[in-house]
């Protein structure tokens, strides 16, 4: 497989073409990097990437982008010791710099955004200074004051940033450079004198180009065909270019979800290895959602790249590399592309994770879960409920040496997740249950579906037992009188899930979707009514629709997927009452009434906890909807704590194993 063949990045040779990209992790302290990186960039090495590229740095301290972004002078320890985390493991380090520009934040550093012309920022609003000649020259010596620093950190390289957010970018950008003198004349200035100043402060180490060849801002923004001149100014300086999308109005299309196909960016690729088909030029990294080593092989096999970046598919599993060397593809575990816990920018200031695999940005206090199971078997463990909370906690039990019976009532497995996943572009979540129950499978994990557990069995059982009921639809929020046509959005995307037309329940009058909770699931059911043909309108109280997307990066694109099926959005709504043919609707700024003609009325509400067998049995363990109804990211870190406190519990698992340093397991 080329994937796992050694690759030449200039003089440096790295093991394998497998890169782990840079990306915002919120794991710093401070400005610096911590010991919590030096963990996560180490796991990853040791399982089996071949080139680890660190977050991006701020160059100068103009640039403080988000509250932990690392700023390079302050990262001197922080590198020596990831350096040495990815070299005892056999991997190359690279160090990212850059500068955020009028893309950056002024809530931190307390100062003015710098840029190539005084243009207001799409987002923030905020009319960023025109940079003077002397700002420049600034910026440039910090590029190579830092390029010095992290190979004098033990560093192999560095990656220089003009990707989707970056000040390099917007001097290379019509868009964003409207200046009249020399940088304005001659866009790639700047750029040019990055990296000449990078490539002299480096020497004989490796220099990479994360360059944004469409910003998809067609009317005055870098185009595919127009970065084709960049390139060819700007190849020379550097040992390997990563393409990317994204952009002053689209900074999220270089990581978009799961809506978006994998590998979205090969056209892309293609096009610039036409152009540095030189076997002496740089070396092309392919970029964009992929996920499928085995999909992607092929952009190896015909050339069309020299490696892959696989960061948000080595999050999910931070063994892949290994995993593929070893002969073990089935058994990767799989990045749903969900942007959940990976994309942290948000006012919450989490630190990266991932929805199947929890312990990513926690290597420095989890405790691993075993790699393979004990031969050391304990009684049964008996979990009730197969969703995503309930088979981890099976698999991870079963790893530990338990025996483990899952008893699940319904004849499938998956719970909320599976049902989720028959909305539009919503299907691979459903990648998830389908790897977790193949695990429990091979660990002889027994499984038993249609089967209805009552407090007789647990009396029976001579175990361990783990609730993991999952949740239940919660009452309306609104009245609804006689013959009133109400469904809750789980029934209705059971429904299709099982192959039925969507909203076939009420009329065929317009479908009203409400949606109290501005998270993915009104949204995603309003568009798959639209999508099958139905009228269809979202009411929701917020300001605008589906606000928790935002912190996944889905926001602004499900507005616009809702507009073009055609839904009509009601914002500042409430849902007052529903009665046969007629929702009464209440503006909550203005308190007017409004009465609308519905066929279906669909509540996308709240949903509580199915906590019927821990009420008889209050002292049961229990995890995932059955504690609070939350996302998958919560049913897998809660299955899999329970687990390891289970397996100490029962002798099978060591003091400090999974579970033991988290507190009670509600």
């Not at 931190?108 to 190539?116: D, G, I």
């Not at 990294?285 to 696989?310: F, K, N, P, R």
């Not at 691993?368 to 995503?388: E, F, K, T, W």
Request: proline share 6%; charged share 20%.
């Amino acid at each position: 497989m080329k994937l796992l063949e050694p690759v030449t990045l200039g003089q440096v040779e790295a093991p394998n073409r497998l890169l782990f990209g840079p990306h915002v992790t919120n794991l710093g302290r401070g400005r610096s990097l911590s010991e919590r990186h030096a963990a996560y960039y180490g796991r990853r090495a040791g399982g089996g990437a071949g080139v680890i590229v660190i977050e991006t740095a701020s160059v100068h301290e103009s640039d403080w982008p988000y509250e932990r972004a690392p700023l390079a002078s302050a990262c001197g320890p922080g590198w020596r010791a990831v350096a040495a985390a990815v070299r005892q493991e056999g991997a190359i380090g690279i160090a990212s710099l850059g500068h955020a520009g009028m893309q950056g934040s002024s809530a931190y550093s307390q100062r003015e955004l710098w840029a190539p012309s005084a243009l207001a920022e799409p987002v923030s609003r905020e009319v960023a200074k025109a940079m003077e000649v002397e700002d420049i020259a600034d910026v440039v010596a910090g590029f190579a004051a830092a390029t010095r620093l992290a190979l004098g950190s033990g560093l192999d390289g560095v990656e220089v940033d003009a990707g989707a957010v970056s000040l390099v970018r917007q001097f290379l950008s019509g868009l964003t450079n409207l200046r009249d003198d020399a940088y304005g004349a001659e866009r790639t200035r700047l750029a040019l004198e990055v990296l000449g100043a990078v490539r002299d402060a480096a020497g004989g180490a490796v220099v990479g180009l994360r360059l944004s060849c469409d910003e998809l801002a067609p009317w005055a923004g870098i185009t595919p065909e127009g970065s084709l001149a960049i390139l060819g100014a700007l190849a020379p300086l550097v040992d390997y270019v990563v393409p990317v999308r994204g952009g002053l109005y689209a900074p999220a299309a270089a990581r978009p979800d799961m809506h978006l196909p994998e590998g979205l960016n090969g056209e892309l690729t293609r096009t610039v290895r036409s152009l540095l088909a030189d076997t002496r030029a740089p070396a092309v990294v392919a970029q964009g959602s992929i996920v499928d080593a085995a999909a992607a092989a092929s952009w190896l096999a015909d050339g069309t790249a020299d490696l892959l970046e696989m960061t948000r598919a080595q999050i999910a599993d931070p063994e892949l590399g290994r995993k593929l060397a070893s002969g073990a593809a089935g058994r990767v575990r799989p990045c749903i592309l969900c942007n959940q816990r990976c994309q942290v920018l948000d006012v919450r200031n989490p630190i990266v994770s991932c929805v199947v695999e929890p312990s990513a940005g926690h290597e420095a206090e989890d405790a691993p879960v075993p790699a393979a199971r004990s031969r050391r078997v304990a009684r049964q463990l008996l979990v009730v409920g197969g969703g995503p909370a309930g088979l981890e906690a099976a698999r991870v039990a079963a790893l530990h040496g338990l025996a483990v019976e899952v008893v699940e009532r319904s004849d499938h497995l998956g719970g909320a997740l599976v049902t989720a996943a028959a909305a539009p572009g919503r299907a691979r979540l459903a990648r998830l249950v389908e790897w977790l129950a193949a695990e429990c499978e091979a660990l002889g994990v027994t499984v038993r579906t249609g089967v209805e557990a009552g407090t007789a069995e647990l009396d029976a059982h001579d175990g361990p037992l783990l609730l993991a009921t999952g949740g239940r639809d919660g009452e309306p929020g609104f009245g609804v009188g006689p013959g009133a046509p109400v469904v809750t959005a789980a029934a209705l995307l059971e429904a299709v899930r099982r192959g039925e037309a969507p909203g076939q329940a009420g009329s065929g009058g317009p479908v009203l979707v409400w949606d109290p909770v501005g998270g993915p699931v009104g949204a995603s059911v309003a568009e798959l009514l639209a999508r099958s043909g139905r009228d269809a309108l979202l009411a929701t109280p917020d300001l605008v629709v589906g606000r928790d997307l935002s912190a996944a990066g889905d926001l602004v694109a499900a507005n616009a997927r809702l507009r073009q099926a055609g839904v009509e959005l009601l914002k500042r709504t409430e849902l007052r009452s529903v009665a046969s043919g007629t929702a009464v609707l209440v503006d909550r700024f203005s308190g007017q009434e409004r009465r609308v003609a519905v066929g279906l009325v669909v509540d996308a509400g709240h949903r509580l906890p199915e906590d019927g067998l821990w009420r008889e049995r209050p002292g049961l363990l229990r995890a995932g909807d059955a504690v609070a109804p939350r996302t998958a990211y919560e049913a897998v870190l809660e299955g899999r704590r329970a687990a390891g406190a289970l397996a100490a519990a029962s002798g099978c698992a060591a003091p400090g194993g999974p579970g033991a340093d988290r507190g009670r397991v509600a």
